[in-house]
């Protein structure tokens, strides 16, 4: 072996053995930037998720909260329409002692009154007329009531359409919703397919029967058009008997339904006449338009049975109403339903 094929000692290396040792320093580099750039990655990675399950927590919080509050405000708004309600049977109470020797009902008394939307702190007065709220509780101070009591009986009643026991269809009681359809533009079909549809109701024993409707606006269960319903709304109601008329507070649409011996113009007439000065009998109202036996007694009355509790309570931004169907027999005002819309939910009825 020559010597030739040994490099000698301080001698330079060879071009081939320089490009390798450059090539590990790179490859070192590289890789050193790999791990680099992989545990960036994976801190990033860590904060997302941090941030995720932190916004996560702080959305499921937020959203207890205001579920909480929410059920809060239903539950305080329920409590004091319920205290409106009372006192509406209060109003309604004093109303009857108050007139018990001369038992009339007509607009000029305190029940027939609205009240208007009012701050509920100014309900709560004990002494001189200064609120006894104090101004740090926001709930009571953001609290708005208002309702008004609604004589029924001053609409007709569908129920009349029905014989006592509710199987079949009265004819000679078809006749005043004719004539109030026809005023109000209404064909008189309309009517008959009512009465019908509330006799078969009544008869309904099968699974697949309508219900029997409590209030004109689930008139619609029985297939009515929405717009009729609304239509007749504020001229017809549904009591759980038959009932009459009272001519102190039936409009003039009404009282020419339900009296076949007054035209249009008397109607109008007994309006003005009784808002003057109410009438104390049928008599009496008959001669101040002079027409004999204009009123039957078993149609139309100067008193009313059934009465309607309505009150809106808007808190903050939410709004919850309430009507209340009520029985006033002498002294004794009785609930027979409530009927709530919560929060801009559909209404609910109960018992």
């Known amino acids: 072996m020559s010597l030739r094929s040994f490099p000698l000692r301080g001698t330079t290396p060879s071009p081939q053995g320089g490009s390798c040792s450059a090539s590990l320093t790179r490859g070192a580099q590289v890789t050193v930037r790999r791990q680099r750039g992989a545990a960036l990655l994976a801190a990033m990675l860590t904060v997302v998720l941090v941030a995720t399950l932190a916004s996560a927590a702080l959305w499921q919080q937020w959203r207890d909260v205001e579920v909480e509050s929410a059920e809060r405000n239903r539950v305080q708004a329920n409590w004091l329409l319920l205290g409106a309600q009372d006192w509406s049977r209060v109003v309604l109470q004093e109303d009857s002692r108050a007139n018990r020797n001369n038992p009339i009902d007509h607009l000029g008394e305190p029940w027939a009154v609205p009240l208007q939307e009012a701050r509920l702190s100014t309900f709560l007065a004990a002494k001189n007329n200064v609120s006894q709220v104090d101004d740090g509780q926001a709930e009571v101070q953001d609290a708005f009531l208002s309702g008004e009591i609604v004589d029924l009986q001053a609409r007709l009643?569908?129920?009349?359409?029905?014989g006592s026991a509710g199987q079949t269809v009265v004819e000679e009681e078809l006749k005043p919703f004719i004539r109030l359809f026809a005023r109000l533009?209404?064909?008189?079909?309309?009517v008959q397919q009512i009465a019908t549809a509330l006799q078969q109701a009544a008869r309904g024993k099968a699974q697949d029967a309508a219900l029997m409707p409590r209030t004109?606006?689930?008139?619609?269960?029985?297939?009515l058009d929405p717009r009729?319903?609304?239509r007749i709304e504020p001229y017809v109601t549904l009591l759980p008997e038959r009932t009459a008329v009272n001519i102190n507070t039936a409009s003039a649409e009404v009282l020419y339904a339900s009296a076949p011996k007054l035209d249009w113009s008397s109607a109008g007439q007994l309006v003005q006449l009784r808002d003057a000065t109410p009438f104390k009998t049928l008599q009496a109202a008959a001669k101040a338009l002079g027409i004999a036996d204009a009123f039957e007694g078993s149609s139309h009355s100067v008193t009313t049975?059934?009465?309607?509790a309505r009150g809106r309570l808007r808190l903050g931004d939410n709004v919850l109403s309430q009507?209340?169907?009520l029985?006033?027999?002498?002294?004794?005002?009785?609930t027979l339903w409530q009927e709530q819309a919560d929060w801009g939910m559909?209404?609910?009825?109960?018992?």
């Open 228 to 230: 009729l319903v609304a």
């Open 346 to 351: 559909p209404a609910v009825v109960s018992p």
């Open 305 to 308: 049975e059934y009465f309607e």
């Open 185 to 190: 533009g209404l064909p008189a079909s309309a």
């Open 323 to 325: 009507r209340s169907l």
């Open 327 to 334: 029985q006033r027999k002498d002294m004794n005002v009785t």
């Open 157 to 162: 009643n569908l129920r009349n359409l029905l």
């Open 216 to 223: 004109v606006r689930q008139l619609v269960w029985l297939g």
